[in-house]
């Protein structure tokens, strides 16, 4: 169980430069934080095409997986 524990930690850290460098390879939506609040249309946020649409794709990919092996790692003993 222990060498499961370092491979997940190992492959978590990978998977978090991976997400890193996804996330600011995407072109930005110039719309900041008010449209979060509803400040803007935002109707846009899964109609998506092209390059963009491939990176938002591996961007929920990965993140799924960042969470799985947080949540992995989280129960696996230390020891």
Known sequence: MVIIFWL???LFLIISLLLAGVILLQE???AGLGDAFGGGGGGDYLN????????HNV????GIIW???ALLIAVLPRA
């Open 48 to 55: 998506v095409g092209g390059v963009t649409s491939g990176l």
């Open 28 to 30: 930005p939506k110039q």
């Open 59 to 62: 961007t929920v990919w990965l």
């Open 8 to 10: 997940a930690l190992i």
């Open 67 to 69: 969470g799985l092996l």
